[in-house]
């Protein structure tokens, strides 16, 4: 096990520096090793971290890792930061909830699903870096296309969209609870 140590201690270097998550791919290129051994090294990690002791975890976004603080000391660093978390509003929600489940999407379809205009929480949103402009749709005006970002996964700990939860089945749980409040 010893002579992993110097590799295990080179990929969390790596995975703790690195500003965007890191793909077996490129930390296989970087540590010149192959890419089994990588995802032995970051399974090795994974369990490292899941000691209640250590605030850090490892964070599958998109295919890639990034090293990441838990959730329970979230407070912590808001301290050291001194900025106090900024929720984001409920017209926020929606509009990300609507650019999450459909995109990409346009401004003009966001409204249209709401029923009222989008364009301070939309600008919120891309201010925030949950969600970017990625191209533009064919047709008259050719209005901007949304789609959500990595940060998007991070701020919500999602490892992909795959992840989030299926529309319909939160709306038969829904009225399922509606059901059994009206009994």
Do not use: W
Request: hydrophobic share 40%; glycine share 6%.
């Amino acid at each position: 096990m010893l002579f992993r140590e110097p590799e295990t201690a080179a990929l969390e270097a790596l995975l703790f520096v690195a500003k965007n998550p890191l793909t077996i791919e490129l930390l296989a290129e970087i540590l010149e090793l192959d890419g089994l051994k990588v995802e032995e090294l970051l399974h090795e990690l994974k369990k490292r971290y899941t000691v209640d002791s250590c605030g850090l975890k490892l964070l599958e976004i998109n295919g890639g890792y990034k090293l990441g603080t838990k959730p329970e000391v979230a407070r912590y660093i808001e301290i050291l930061y001194k900025q106090p978390s900024q929720a984001l509003s409920n017209a926020a929600l929606e509009v990300l909830s609507i650019i999450a489940y459909k995109q990409p999407v346009t401004r003009g379809e966001v409204d249209f699903i709401r029923g009222v205009q989008s364009d301070r929480a939309l600008a919120t949103l891309v201010e925030k870096g949950l969600v970017k402009d990625v191209g533009r749709k064919d047709g008259p005006g050719r209005p901007i296309l949304y789609a959500t970002t990595e940060q998007f996964l991070l701020h919500f700990g999602l490892r992909s969209l795959e992840d989030m939860p299926n529309l319909l089945e939160v709306d038969l749980v829904h009225e399922d609870e509606v059901a059994s409040t009206i009994e």
